[in-house]
């Protein structure tokens, strides 16, 4: 069994910073891709940021450099550093890790989610 539980959420006003991170847990071999996701009220999820294995990094159009996606793998942690918050950053942000675990099955999960508010 893999665990994610992020952390790092809040209410913050616009132009602000936060830092997401995403612990990995659990009967771990190997960690492949990791990435960052997010939800609006009313929207469907979609990509922040991912790292994958190799080490390629690839962030979605709107984050403009403002964020910077990390991993420690010795840690199996995963972090989102988010600068010049705006307003439309609002949403659930979800971690998601696909690996394997220690019996080598392939495993894919999705953290619960934690909230990031910005006020303008």
């Known amino acids: 069994q893999v665990q994610l539980v992020e952390s790092g959420g809040g209410s913050v006003q616009a132009g602000g910073s936060l830092r997401l991170s995403c612990a990995v847990s659990?009967?771990?071999?190997?960690?492949?891709?990791m990435g960052w996701y997010r939800q609006a009220p009313g929207k469907q999820r979609e990509l922040v940021a991912t790292?994958?294995?190799?080490?390629?990094?690839k962030y979605a159009a709107f984050v403009q450099g403002r964020f910077t996606i990390s991993r420690d793998n010795a840690k199996n942690t995963l972090n989102l550093r988010m600068n010049s918050l705006k307003p439309e950053d609002t949403a659930v942000y979800y971690c998601n890790v696909d690996g394997r675990t220690g019996t080598l099955a392939p495993f894919a999960s999705w953290g619960q989610g934690t909230q990031v508010n910005v006020s303008s």
């Open positions: 790292f994958n294995s190799l080490g390629r990094i």
């Open positions: 659990g009967s771990i071999f190997s960690l492949n891709d």
